[in-house]
């Protein structure tokens, strides 16, 4: 048989023990969601950084192409062929072109001197992913030429700078893309051929295009933000 004091002990463990619970419970909680606040404060707060980074390639593709003057050749590609894309930050796409010089000479007065040289043929590549594009020339001079052309949708300017009057928040939307990256990406390269002069009669020079040799990239950005 229960005494009045046996149930006043219960009841007064029963309480006891139903704060330690709460406790073990709530303050967890509390801490959890303080320093959620404190992290999103932070975050939103406007400041001194120093923003650093690392640019790496992926190779979307390679090769070489046989452009006839006045033609140009264009190619697609999408990120699905790429590994765990999703989980890249990807902030441009680069090709880059290397070229030589497909003139020919005719004529027994070509090796006179005096017969003339070959001219420059401007090569230009295009890069381009949603909204975002560019385009560059480059000239073999007779000879041997290369060039690269980015298209990105980053700002350049923040690596390896300290930025002020901007939250964290602020600076990570102009570096990281979201998955902005993701999609088809459009590279194409356009050949405008020259021949060169021809004082000699005796020679005659023609030009009908270049062999470009490419690699096309996506652009990845690997950043870190700290307070300067």
Not at 47 to 59: A, H, I, N, P
Not at 65 to 72: F, L, Y
Not at 80 to 86: H, P, T
Request: hydrophobic letters at 35%; proline letters at 2%.
């Amino acid at each position: 048989m229960y005494t009045m004091e046996d149930l006043k002990t219960n009841r007064d463990a029963q309480i006891t023990v139903g704060s330690i619970v709460f406790f073990v419970l709530a303050f967890p909680i509390y801490f959890s969601i303080a320093a959620g606040n404190a992290d999103t404060d932070f975050a939103g707060a406007a400041g001194d950084y120093q923003v650093s980074g690392e640019l790496t390639y992926v190779v979307l593709d390679s090769g070489s192409e046989s452009i006839a003057d006045g033609d140009t050749w264009s190619m697609t590609y999408n990120t699905d062929a790429v590994n765990d894309a999703d989980e890249l930050n990807i902030v441009g796409v680069r090709i880059s072109m290397s070229y030589g010089e497909d003139e020919t000479a005719n004529g027994f007065g070509c090796a006179a001197p005096g017969a003339g040289d070959s001219a420059p043929d401007t090569i230009t590549g295009t890069a381009s992913h949603l909204t975002f594009n560019a385009s560059g020339d480059g000239q073999n001079n007779g000879g041997n030429g290369a060039h690269d052309v980015s298209a990105v949708w980053y700002n350049e300017s923040m690596l390896g700078a300290n930025v002020s009057g901007l939250s964290l928040n602020e600076i990570k939307e102009q570096l990281d893309s979201m998955g902005a990256g993701l999609g088809d990406h459009s590279v194409s390269i356009a050949v405008d051929a020259q021949a060169g002069n021809e004082p000699l009669p005796q020679c005659s020079r023609s030009d009908g295009g270049e062999t470009v040799d490419y690699t096309v990239e996506l652009i990845v950005l690997d950043y870190s933000i700290e307070a300067a």
